[in-house]
């Protein structure tokens, strides 16, 4: 089983920037694909971006142009850099692993993202 621990989250006025990471505790060279989804308060949880084995990227319409998802497979770790935030982006965000190998697939503990007005 691969463990997925995230940072990075906190409290941000509208219009700033935060940095997420989400670190696995193995090799993330063998993880088809790697995702951010977040959840708000009373509302489902959502796919925000993701990033394959092979770099493709792909992004939610909500997030586009603003949210950048990128993989560093030596520190086994995937980021989402986030600009010009939003209040509507305020929620828990996660991370996601999914493989061919049932042992890889995982989610993170979450990490709470607030932007204010």
């Known amino acids: 089983q691969v463990q997925l621990v995230e940072s990075g989250g906190g409290l941000v006025q509208a219009g700033g920037s935060l940095r997420l990471s989400c670190t696995a505790s193995?090799?993330?060279?063998?993880?088809?694909?790697m995702g951010w989804y977040r959840q708000a308060p009373g509302k489902e949880r959502e796919r925000v971006a993701m990033?394959?084995?092979?770099?493709?990227?792909d992004y939610a319409d909500s997030v586009k142009g603003r949210f950048t998802i990128s993989s560093d497979n030596a520190k086994n770790t995937v980021y989402l850099q986030m600009n010009s935030l939003k209040p509507e982006d305020t929620a828990v965000y996660y991370c996601r692993t999914q493989s061919w190998i049932a042992s890889l697939n995982s989610w993170g503990q979450g990490t709470q993202v607030t932007v204010s007005s």
């Open positions: 193995r090799s993330i060279v063998s993880i088809n694909v």
């Open positions: 990033i394959t084995s092979g770099s493709s990227t």
